[in-house]
């Protein structure tokens, strides 16, 4: 799902077009990833737009970075 909307805005539906994944599936997850800092939503109208949120993914990143860091030591 991120890789989908690495790049560009994309709705649940267009997200689980590309799944096998269920659009009311794919909303649960997006709302996870939402919630988790890594997709930014935004309305418009009955719309909703998902984004990859490139600030929490590279917060991940470097939490990650740190982790294996430290296993490495």
Do not use: P
Not at 31 to 50: D, I, M
Not at 53 to 58: E, F, P, S, W, Y
């Amino acid at each position: 799902m991120l890789q989908l909307v690495r790049d560009r805005e994309r709705t649940a539906g267009e997200i689980a077009a590309f799944s096998a994944l269920s659009k009311s599936a794919t909303s649960q997850h997006l709302r996870v990833l939402r919630e988790a800092g890594l997709v930014r939503v935004r309305s418009e109208g009955n719309a909703r737009y998902y984004r990859a949120d490139l600030d929490g993914i590279a917060d991940v990143r470097s939490a990650l970075d740190s982790f294996w860091a430290a296993v490495d030591s």
